[in-house]
């Protein structure tokens, strides 16, 4: 999404080459400019995104800048070690993933011209001397868009359907609401939520398209994200860090419920956009009248959609990225 | 110009010919005015002789345990493999010494030895990153042996070192430089052909002629192995001893197969071979002049060798395989005499001599001239430094810091030795 708004930006001056390693090798335009590469996995790691593959070198090539994210997985230390041997102006993002942390112990931040991070927040977890420009995340405000006729029948969990926040939280969901859990990289099942809940109907979504994403939160009275009100981080990332999810259901005009760690609050204004709570009570205690307060849903649904366009369209990092790009090659 | 020599070895420490060639080269490069540094590693054993004071030779390395084989024949094989990792890929101990040795000295061009046992293509690696113009003396296939684990090429290896792998090559053999290409590693820059030479400061004593009739005199000088085909020379003395020819046979050197005095014994040569075991440099030249014929039945990828010119310096035709390094250089009949690798061939050159169809005496005079005149260190130097100061002129000025160099080459050898040990612990 990020390249896609950067090859967008360049008015088709800058191509953008996505390149990953892993078990499908292949090389696609996803359009104009912008190109997925898979390189083929040398190495089975127990984590496969600590893959490597011999062809890294290659794909290295003919790049003006690289931008290695997820900079602390041993591919991408390989990638940095290249790109610092061959002098290519290099910049590393880190979306906050666990990692063996192999090349965080030395110092592969420090390699870098510059650190961009997606907030504040997730600058301060980037331990490195560099210098750090904060590009915040964006969202296709085109694509994710509020409904004409908003239904607010439901609440939507952001995350894997299970930990005791999740429990509480379904538990405490007014009745007169549905409850659908979107699990934007989930693959198995629903870890017995449903089992645990026998009361409650819950439809459970799995690795949703963008557009299936954009139809459950349109209709959403709000979005939770329980990880960031203390169940287990997100496996992808903390979700502070690039606060994808957050700013899809604020670009839908739905506000949002998170807690207050991980640099949320960079996102999510209190009373604002949404509701930043302290601890599942305090989240049980906000769910409750939000069946019949649908005018402060609303309120704060179109305030929140107004901050994406204001600040946080695709568009905007495109440019903000786009720049970056263009002084570190210069 | 400011020479940064860089040897896995440097004389006292030293195993073979390569860094004893390396050390000659320097000193000639010092007394020309050039201002040369050598960094090698530290002594992987004490010394036995003293370390001269040398403030210009830097014994910072790390060997890894690549000198060390016995140590390694018994550990186990996790160890075996990152030991090889840090002699052939990276060793980030080094590629620091490396760059700071280069911050430094800010010299004008690297001048590359023997780098297996250093990760040396860590090192070449540092030296593209710093911009640093090298030239490579190659006296062994040790582009190859860096892209080799457990012994078998790595060809990703090669594809993604192939980019470090441009300066200048100075190659004593063509064969040198089809191995290592055959195998993989493509010399990329400029090739230049240089032999190894001899370095004799006073003119060496010559060896009295033979006379037809009386005994032969072969003398071999280097490590004793299947390799350098000692058990064909042993075999070659057996049949001439057979035929009632009076042969001896000089062996100076370490015995690799302890096996090959069982060979001298079956075949009753006990009172015509003689084991030196491994002598001082001073005391085998002091030896040479005593035989009339150097017997190397090396083969066949021998890069060079130069016993056999240290001995046709001194009067000792070179009795040379057909096909290996030195024999590139040396014309048959002229300089030397050349058989194919075979006992029956070596035994017929030998005979030939014995019988007098074989006249030494022109031999022995034209490839002392030849050794002495066309391979002395004094007839290469210039073109060492000309190549030298070629690759000086190709410099943009140093680039790139020691410590992201250094990091970078941490974070490769971190990333590939986790990853070496997990593949194995599977």
Request: glycine share 8%.
């Amino acid at each position: 999404m990020l390249a896609r708004a950067v090859t967008r930006a360049s008015g088709g001056e800058w191509s953008v080459d996505l390149v990953s390693i892993g078990p499908k090798p292949g090389r696609c335009t996803l359009e104009p400019g912008l190109v997925s590469w898979e390189l083929p996995a040398a190495t089975q790691p127990a984590d496969p995104r600590d893959a490597l593959s011999w062809e890294l070198p290659a794909a290295l090539d003919n790049a003006d800048v690289v931008h290695v994210h997820e900079a602390f997985r041993r591919g991408s230390g390989l990638a940095i070690a290249l790109a610092v041997q061959r002098h290519l102006p290099l910049c590393i993002s880190d979306l906050g993933s666990e990692t063996d942390g192999l090349v965080r112990e030395v110092g592969a931040a420090d390699l870098a011209d510059l650190v961009v991070a997606f907030s504040g927040f997730g600058a301060g977890l980037i331990p490195t001397r560099r210098p750090v420009r904060i590009v915040p995340g964006g969202v296709d405000a085109d694509v994710f868009t509020p409904a004409e006729r908003p239904k607010r029948d439901r609440v939507v969990l952001v995350g894997p359907p299970e930990g005791e926040v999740v429990d509480h939280l379904i538990a405490n969901v007014p009745r007169e609401l549905g409850i659908t859990v979107l699990w934007p990289c989930g693959q198995d099942g629903d870890a017995g939520l449903q089992s645990r809940h026998p009361d409650r109907e819950i439809e459970i979504v799995m690795a949703p398209p963008g557009d299936e994403r954009c139809q459950h939160l349109q209709h959403a009275v709000v979005a939770v994200l329980p990880s960031a009100a203390g169940s287990r981080v997100d496996p992808v990332g903390l979700p502070g860090l690039i606060a994808l999810s957050p700013l899809e259901s604020m670009a839908c005009g739905t506000p949002v419920i998170c807690g207050p760690a991980w640099g949320l609050t960079e996102y999510v204004q209190d009373d604002v956009t949404g509701w930043v709570v302290r601890d599942p009570d305090d989240l049980s205690r906000r769910l409750l009248p939000l069946a019949s307060d649908r005018v402060s849903v609303e309120r704060l649904g179109r305030q929140a959609r107004a901050r994406v366009e204001r600040a946080w369209r695709l568009e905007v990092v495109g440019v903000e990225l786009l720049a970056t790009y263009s002084e570190l090659a210069r | 110009m400011k020479i940064l020599v860089v040897s896995n070895l440097f004389p006292p420490c030293q195993e073979g010919g390569y860094e004893v060639q390396c050390a000659q080269m320097v000193r000639q490069l010092r007394m020309r005015g050039h201002s040369v540094h050598v960094l090698t590693a530290a002594p992987a054993i004490p010394l036995v002789a003293a370390d001269p004071v040398d403030s210009d030779v830097t014994r910072t390395m790390q060997s890894s345990h690549y000198l060390r084989r016995r140590r390694m024949m018994h550990a186990g094989q996790l160890t075996q493999v990152l030991a090889e990792v840090a002699t052939n890929f990276v060793c980030p101990e080094n590629v620091y010494s490396l760059l700071r040795e280069i911050d430094e000295l800010e010299p004008d061009v690297a001048y590359l030895w023997n780098l297996v046992g250093l990760g040396g293509l860590g090192l070449v690696s540092g030296l593209a990153y710093r911009g640093l113009p090298w030239v490579w003396h190659l006296e062994d296939a040790v582009p190859r042996f860096l892209c080799q684990l457990r012994g078998r090429l790595l060809p990703h290896l090669v594809q993604v070192s192939q980019p470090v792998m441009r300066g200048t090559w100075l190659v004593c053999s063509t064969r040198l430089v089809a191995e290592i290409e055959r195998a993989g590693p493509r010399l990329d820059g400029r090739v230049e052909f240089i032999p190894a030479w001899i370095d004799e400061p006073r003119l060496p004593p010559v060896a009295s002629p033979h006379v037809p009739g009386e005994p032969l005199r072969v003398v071999y000088s280097g490590v004793m192995a299947t390799f350098k085909g000692t058990e064909i020379l042993l075999d070659a003395l057996g049949q001439l001893h057979a035929e009632g020819h009076r042969v001896t046979l000089d062996l100076i050197g370490p015995v690799q197969e302890p096996r090959l005095q069982d060979v001298v014994n079956a075949a009753s040569l006990h009172e015509a071979v003689t084991f030196h075991g491994p002598l001082p440099h001073d005391a085998v030249l002091q030896m040479l002049p005593r035989s009339h014929v150097f017997a190397f039945p090396t083969h066949e990828r021998e890069p060079f060798g130069v016993a056999p010119l240290e001995a046709a310096a001194r009067g000792v035709v070179p009795v040379l395989s057909e096909s290996c390094g030195i024999s590139e250089w040396l014309v048959d009949r002229l300089h030397c005499l050349k058989a194919p690798r075979s006992p029956d061939q070596f035994a017929n050159v030998l005979r030939q001599i014995m019988t007098g169809e074989i006249d030494l005496t022109p031999i022995a005079r034209r490839a002392r001239v030849a050794a002495l005149r066309d391979f002395s260190i004094a007839r290469w130097v210039p073109k060492v430094e000309q190549a030298l100061a070629d690759a000086a002129a190709t410099s943009a000025g140093l680039s790139g810091r020691t410590a992201s160099g250094h990091r970078a080459a941490l974070m490769f050898e971190q990333i590939v030795n986790v990853t070496l040990e997990e593949m194995m612990a599977a």
